[in-house]
């Protein structure tokens, strides 16, 4: 079985590869399958998001579909920015999401977050699974660590005992909300 990742995002790409390489014979990004389709991500929920993502680009490919839609959650910010996470202080923009971010956390001292992921998988009959996963830190103060993507750099994983920008690779796809949803499809796919 084929797989397009609903992607162009190749730190998100690698990782998703990483971990369902030994489910599905070859694995492909937009970029890859030279597919342009960058569908309005207008859902309330991270799970509605990825679901319409899925349903826009099947009608592109007939690969089956992967998709997710992930966000950071602080506590404090009633969930912010939550869906919003992407384009929260600038379109695609991560350091200017980060900054909004932490602006926003300076009088607070209620710092914890979670990242939440929403993954759907849609194949090429229309049957879609879905599966989420989660991880819960802290928002530090300053930005720690050179890896990762988006708020890695000010994530602090509370099970790793460091940020996510300090984490190695093999480190965050052990823990990551990203990884556990991916991994928790993988269980739901055993069954059917």
Same mark, same amino acid.
């Given at each position: 079985?084929?797989?397009?990742?609903?992607?162009?995002?190749?730190?998100?790409?690698?990782?998703?590869?990483?971990?369902?390489?030994?489910?599905? +014979?070859?694995?492909?990004? #937009?970029? %890859?399958?030279?597919?342009?389709?960058?569908?309005? /991500?207008?859902?309330?929920?991270?799970?509605?998001?990825?679901?319409?993502?899925?349903? /826009?680009? @099947?009608?592109?490919?007939?690969?089956?579909?992967?998709?997710?839609?992930?966000?950071?959650?602080?506590?404090?910010?009633?969930?912010?920015?939550?869906?919003?996470?992407?384009?929260?202080?600038?379109?695609?923009?991560?350091?200017?999401?980060?900054?909004?971010?932490?602006?926003?956390?300076?009088?607070?001292? +209620?710092?914890?977050?979670?990242?939440?992921?929403?993954?759907?998988?849609?194949?090429?009959?229309?049957?879609?699974?879905?599966?989420?996963?989660?991880? +819960?830190?802290?928002?530090? %103060?300053?930005?720690?660590?050179?890896?990762?993507?988006?708020?890695?750099?000010?994530?602090?994983? +509370?099970? #790793?005992?460091?940020?996510?920008?300090? @984490?190695?690779?093999?480190?965050?796809?052990?823990?990551?909300?990203?990884?556990?949803?991916?991994?928790?499809?993988?269980?739901?796919?055993?069954?059917?």
């Amino acid at each position: 079985m084929n797989l397009l990742i609903a992607s162009n995002n190749s730190q998100k790409i690698k990782e998703i590869k990483s971990i369902l390489k030994d489910r599905f +014979d070859n694995i492909v990004s #937009l970029k %890859e399958a030279k597919i342009n389709c960058d569908p309005e /991500e207008n859902g309330q929920t991270f799970y509605e998001n990825a679901l319409i993502k899925a349903n /826009e680009i @099947a009608k592109h490919t007939s690969f089956a579909v992967l998709a997710d839609d992930t966000g950071l959650c602080v506590n404090s910010l009633n969930g912010e920015p939550g869906v919003y996470s992407a384009r929260y202080g600038g379109d695609h923009d991560n350091a200017k999401n980060r900054n909004k971010l932490l602006e926003k956390l300076q009088q607070k001292s +209620d710092r914890s977050a979670y990242f939440q992921t929403a993954v759907v998988l849609r194949y090429p009959d229309g049957t879609t699974f879905a599966a989420d996963g989660r991880v +819960d830190g802290r928002i530090l %103060e300053r930005e720690t660590g050179g890896n990762g993507f988006g708020y890695d750099c000010i994530f602090f994983c +509370d099970e #790793l005992g460091k940020s996510f920008g300090e @984490a190695t690779e093999e480190e965050k796809n052990a823990v990551s909300h990203r990884s556990r949803a991916l991994r928790n499809l993988l269980n739901k796919l055993k069954y059917n």
